[in-house]
C-alpha cells in the first residue's frame, strides 16, 4: 500500500524559475512531514518540515505548503539554482509509530544553467 | 559533530552469503532506524530501536534480515543467505530523545548480491 505518492518523477527547470514537487498521502494520522534532499551516493539530508497545524512554512528559497482537507503537500523551490540537482523526497511519520518515515518515490530534480 | 556513519560503505556478495551492515548513530542519539533504498526508488523502513524498549522489527521483509543494537550506540543489520533482490543501499538514521521526528542519516550501504 503506497501510503505517499508524489509526482513527478522527473523535473526539469531553468536556473531562477520555480521547482514544485507535489504529495499525497493517505493516513490522516500522520503527524509530521518533512523533505528530504538526496545528491549521489549521499544519505538523505533533511531539508525542510511542516506539522499539519500550519499551512505554510517558509525557509529561505524552500517552501512548504500544507492542504490538510486535500490531504496534500507541496515542496517548492524559488530561483531554482544548478546546485539543487538532486532527488527530493517527501515523507510522513506519526509518533504512535515511533516516528518512522513513510517516504514517497522520489523527484529527479535538473536545474538547467 | 560527527555524523551517522556507516560500514562498509559497498559490499559485494555471493548469493547464500550471510552479510553484516554497520551503524554508528550520532553520540547521544536514543533512536536508531535502518531503511532500504532500492534503485531509483523510495526508501522502506526496515526496524526501529528506541533505548531499552523492545525494537520495531514490523519492516523486515523475512526472517533472513535480524538487527541488533548495543545499548544506544552501535547497530548491526545482519542478512542471512542473501538473494539477488537484497541488492540495495542500506541506510541508517539516529535521533535525539527530544526531537525523535528529525531524523538524520548516514551515507548508507550499497550491497550488491551477485
Known amino acids: 500500500q503506497q501510503q505517499v505518492k508524489q509526482s513527478p518523477q522527473s523535473l526539469i527547470v531553468q536556473k531562477g524559475g520555480i521547482s514544485i514537487i507535489n504529495c499525497a498521502y493517505e493516513n490522516t494520522a500522520f503527524d509530521y512531514f518533512p523533505w528530504y534532499q538526496q545528491f549521489p551516493g549521499k544519505g538523505p539530508a533533511l531539508l525542510i518540515a511542516?506539522?499539519?497545524?500550519?499551512s505554510e512554512k517558509k525557509e529561505g528559497r524552500f517552501t512548504i505548503s500544507f492542504n490538510k482537507s486535500a490531504k496534500q503537500f507541496s515542496l517548492h523551490i524559488m530561483d531554482s539554482q544548478p546546485g539543487d540537482s538532486a532527488t527530493y523526497f517527501c515523507?510522513?511519520?506519526?509518533?504512535?509509530?515511533?516516528?518512522?518515515?513513510?517516504f514517497g518515490e522520489g523527484t529527479q530534480l535538473t536545474v538547467n544553467p | 559533530g560527527a555524523g551517522v556513519s556507516q560500514s562498509p560503505s559497498n559490499k559485494v556478495t555471493e548469493k547464500g552469503k550471510d552479510v553484516e551492515l554497520r551503524c554508528d548513530p550520532i553520540?547521544?542519539?536514543?533512536?536508531l532506524y535502518w531503511y532500504r533504498q532500492r534503485l531509483g526508488q523510495g526508501l522502506e523502513f526496515l526496524i526501529y530501536?528506541?533505548?531499552?524498549?523492545?525494537?520495531?522489527k514490523s519492516g523486515l521483509p523475512s526472517d533472513r534480515f535480524s538487527a541488533e543494537r548495543t545499548g544506544e550506540s552501535v547497530s548491526t543489520l545482519t542478512i542471512q543467505r542473501t538473494q539477488q533482490e537484497d541488492s540495495a543501499v542500506y541506510l541508517c538514521?539516529?535521533?535525539?530523545?527530544?526531537?525523535?521526528?528529525?531524523?538524520?542519516f548516514g551515507p548508507g550501504t550499497r550491497l550488491t548480491v551477485t
Open positions: 515523507a510522513a511519520s506519526m509518533r504512535t509509530s515511533g516516528s518512522r518515515l513513510t
Open positions: 530501536f528506541q533505548g531499552n524498549s523492545a525494537p520495531d
Open positions: 553520540s547521544g542519539h536514543t533512536a
Open positions: 511542516i506539522r499539519p497545524d500550519v
Open positions: 538514521a539516529s535521533s535525539s530523545r527530544n526531537r525523535r521526528y528529525e531524523q538524520y
